[in-house]
């Protein structure tokens, strides 16, 4: 292989080793706000009052929205940005959520997927660029 095409090559993984390292460092930040906000919010119980209908090619994802009062009684409402098919939840359930204090409207469902979906999306990502890049530079150094 010629010197050149081996520099592309080996410029092509330390890319991907970056990349993934980028998204895992992505990932842990966005897991340590969710402990943040689990550790110092404050939590209470949502009411579901409406399901909001979004079309696509795929058929009709629902989005649920939240009611909950705050410390001071007064009311906020918040859009899920999950959407699912069928709807995850039915108007007038109740569910568990956390809310920053500063901020209502950084709110997140207790849920797993709630909680923790970027964490593991960006994870997901990040891995087999970490796998990829990390080996072959592993290989070539090593």
């Known amino acids: ?15 991907f080793f970056l990349l993934g390292g980028f998204l895992m460092y992505s990932a842990y930040n966005q897991y340590n706000k969710t402990e943040l906000l689990l550790e110092k919010g404050i939590r209470t119980t949502a009411k579901v009052t409406q399901l909001i209908p979004y ?25 899920s940005t999950i959407k699912s098919r069928p709807a995850a939840y ?6 568990k959520i956390v809310y920053d204090g500063r901020n ?15 964490s593991i999306i960006l994870g997901m990502i990040a891995s ?6 990390g080996s072959y530079l592993w290989y070539t150094y090593f």
């Open 128 to 133: 087999p660029f970490l796998i990829l890049g």
């Open 1 to 15: 292989m010629s010197k050149t095409k081996w520099h592309m090559w080996v410029l092509l993984y330390w890319f």
């Open 55 to 79: 079309q696509s090619d795929d058929g009709t994802t629902y989005a649920p929205v939240f009611e909950f009062k705050d410390r001071q009684k007064n009311v906020h409402s918040f859009e």
């Open 104 to 118: 209502k409207t950084h709110v997140k469902t207790i849920s797993f997927w709630g909680l923790y979906r970027w």
């Open 90 to 95: 039915d108007i007038g359930q109740n569910i």
